[in-house]
C-alpha cells in the first residue's frame, strides 16, 4: 500500500506563494502518476496538476493554475512538490496528493492512493 502525506500548507496573502509536498512511502515501483487535487467547502474535488512517476516527464495543469502553479518530483526522495505563486483568495482549499497505478490525468477516480490533505488559506 502505497502511503502519502502532504505538508506545507498554511495562511497566505494574496499574490504570496506557498511550497506543498507530498512524501510516497511503500510500493512506489507501482507508481506510473501523481496529482494533486484540492477541495473548497461545498465543492466537489478538483484537478489542479499531475506529473508522470517513474516514466519520462509528463506535466498536466489545470487552466486555472496554468502559469502560477509548478509540479515537480525528485524520485530519489519519493517525493512531489507544488510551488504555488501569485496565489488567489480562490485558491483557497484542502490540497490532497494522490497516486496512480495508471499514467498521470485529471480525474479523481483514477487515482489508487490518496494523502490527507493539507489546508492552504489565501487571505489578507
Known amino acids: 500500500q502505497v502511503q502519502l502525506v502532504e505538508s506545507g500548507g498554511g495562511l497566505v496573502q494574496p499574490g504570496g506563494s506557498l511550497r506543498l509536498s507530498c512524501a510516497a512511502s511503500?510500493?512506489?515501483?507501482?507508481?506510473?502518476?501523481m496529482g494533486w487535487f484540492r477541495q473548497a467547502p461545498g465543492k466537489e474535488r478538483e484537478f489542479v496538476a499531475a506529473v508522470s512517476w517513474n516514466l519520462a516527464s509528463i506535466y498536466y495543469y489545470a487552466e486555472s493554475v496554468k502559469g502560477r502553479f509548478t509540479i515537480s518530483r525528485d524520485n530519489a526522495k519519493n517525493t512531489m512538490y507544488l510551488q504555488m505563486s501569485s496565489l488567489k483568495p480562490e485558491d483557497t482549499a484542502v490540497y490532497y496528493c494522490?497516486?496512480?497505478?495508471?499514467?498521470?490525468?485529471?480525474?479523481?477516480?483514477?487515482?489508487?492512493?490518496w494523502g490527507q490533505g493539507t489546508q492552504v488559506t489565501v487571505s489578507s
Open positions: 494522490a497516486a496512480s497505478q495508471r499514467l498521470p490525468q485529471s480525474q479523481p477516480s483514477g487515482y489508487n492512493f
Open positions: 511503500g510500493p512506489t515501483f507501482s507508481i506510473y502518476g
